[in-house]
């Protein structure tokens, strides 16, 4: 069934860039290597090489209320060498819905301020690591205010390649929060796969791991103490 693009959820770095983005785009592709000989028949043969992605992203200038620092945060992302993590779900953030994750360098960013028109922004970045296909392991609107965990999401079977685990937490407090990834044969008793810094500010991270991933993964929260303030994150997982 067809999805409708109005329910995307599109995060960086802990901002929730769906309030000022309307578009996204991560294309992917692969390197061919030409191996055509003299006996080929006629017709050239090739080899399939490595893999690349890029980003793209538009949407509008935001310079007041409370996004304002998103437009400050792109801004400063140009002359950064560190990567910024995106995941966006095209369907939403439901537990168990499908989406995308990348690390990207963010290499132009664009101000385009018509005379008859809106303000626009566009983002360009060059994804590192390409582009992982995720489930979605926490609904982002499901505010925590104490520790807990989410539902096991069923990957039929266990896996033997390893997986790359993303967070992102939308929400400042002044309390430390912690979010765990963790994997389970029978979806009773888990262990822990993937442990995500700990603390206390809005942030975004990708953690990759190695060797066997059980059937079952879910993400676990814990708080120091009860929250003031519900706190919203978003946690995936992909498979390799």
């Not at 390649?161 to 389970?184: A, E, H, L």
């Not at 029978?186 to 953690?207: V, Y």
Request: hydrophobic letters at 35%; charged letters at 15%.
């Amino acid at each position: 069934m067809a999805v409708h693009g109005k329910g995307t959820k599109i995060l960086m770095d802990g901002w929730d860039m769906g309030n000022v983005l309307n578009s996204v785009e991560t294309p992917l592709t692969a390197d061919t290597a030409e191996t055509t000989v003299f006996n080929s028949s006629g017709t050239k043969t090739y080899v399939v090489g490595v893999q690349d992605a890029t980003l793209s992203a538009e949407g509008f200038f935001v310079s007041s209320s409370s996004d304002g620092s998103v437009e400050s945060t792109l801004a400063g992302a140009l002359s950064s060498s560190d990567l910024n993590v995106w995941t966006w779900w095209p369907n939403g953030t439901s537990t168990g819905n499908a989406g995308f994750g990348v690390t990207a360098i963010e290499t132009g960013y664009t101000i385009t301020s018509p005379v008859d028109g809106t303000v626009d922004i566009s983002i360009e970045g060059q994804v590192s690591d390409g582009r992982d296909r995720l489930r979605s392991l926490r609904i982002l609107s499901c505010g925590v205010t104490s520790t807990g965990n989410g539902a096991g999401v069923d990957g039929v079977s266990a896996s033997t390649q390893g997986g790359i685990g993303y967070f992102q937490r939308v929400t400042n407090s002044t309390n430390d929060f912690k979010v765990i990834i963790q994997d389970s044969n029978n979806n009773s008793t888990f262990d822990n796969l993937i442990s995500f810094t700990s603390g206390t500010g809005r942030t975004g991270e990708r953690i990759a791991v190695a060797g066997e991933v059980k059937r079952y993964v879910r993400e676990v929260h814990t708080t120091t103490g009860a929250l003031g303030t519900a706190i919203n994150f978003s946690a995936g997982f992909s498979r390799k």
